[in-house]
């Protein structure tokens, strides 16, 4: 299969925790309903809001997750719809590359346990185990754009904020949309939305070890430059 856990996870800002392990415990709709709500406040490039939301539990999130594993399983090549680039490199590889350490550390994963690492990797194809899904979709019109991914993308962070307001935790993955035939026939998303991301939502489980990992940032100074300040 190749790659590490976080090939194709995004992580969330600043202090926020990726929560990689949840509680079976159900998630009221009403509450997806009242994070949406706050989330679709997100700023819109001239309010074009592109975005859908199909957010899936029970049954047909179980069909989702078997169809993914069994496809990869199987060595059936990705059909992410949502463009990607090139593999990392650099020091981005090594960012990623250091919170997979942090991770397989923390799970006790051994470097050469191939059946531990590819279960871990499995992981994202399964949605993490989260009791939902929220899979992001965009209007197919707007694919040309450049300011519907970045307000698609506006808009999944501040979903995962207000998640985290009341209480949940989310990982945003590609892992799980990877397969997206399966994706599109059991979530039931029609042909005129392209498929971009996923978010696995639940309650997380504080006795996960993945759940305590803190991945390391850089600092404001080596991110930001300031210009014409005293």
Not at 29 to 47: F, G, Q, V
Not at 56 to 71: C, F, H, V
Not at 139 to 147: H, M
Not at 209 to 220: F, G, H, M, T
Request: hydrophobic residues 40%.
């Amino acid at each position: 299969m190749g790659g590490t856990p976080d090939q194709t996870y995004s992580e969330i800002v600043l202090e926020r925790r990726s929560i990689r392990g949840y509680l079976d415990k159900p998630v009221p709709r009403a509450l997806i309903e009242e994070i949406l709500t706050m989330a679709m406040r997100s700023p819109t490039s001239m309010n074009t809001q592109p975005w859908h939301f199909h957010v899936i539990t029970g049954e047909p999130l179980g069909r989702i997750r078997k169809g993914n594993t069994d496809n990869i399983l199987a060595g059936v090549p990705d059909s992410r719809e949502f463009r990607r680039g090139e593999a990392f490199a650099g020091v981005h590889r090594d960012r990623q590359v250091e919170v997979a350490k942090q991770l397989f550390g923390a799970m006790g994963i051994e470097r050469d346990d191939k059946d531990a690492r590819q279960d871990w990797v499995l992981r994202g194809f399964r949605q993490f185990d989260a009791p939902v899904c929220v899979i992001v979709t965009y209007d197919r019109e707007l694919g040309g754009s450049d300011d519907t991914a970045f307000d698609c993308g506006a808009v999944t962070t501040a979903l995962v904020n207000a998640a985290w307001s009341r209480g949940l935790g989310c990982v945003i993955n590609s892992q799980g949309i990877m397969q997206s035939p399966v994706v599109r026939e059991h979530a039931g998303i029609p042909e005129d939305q392209v498929i971009m991301k996923a978010v696995a939502l639940g309650w997380p489980d504080p006795d996960f070890p993945a759940n305590a990992v803190v991945s390391l940032r850089k600092s404001v100074d080596e991110a930001a430059r300031f210009v014409g300040f005293d």
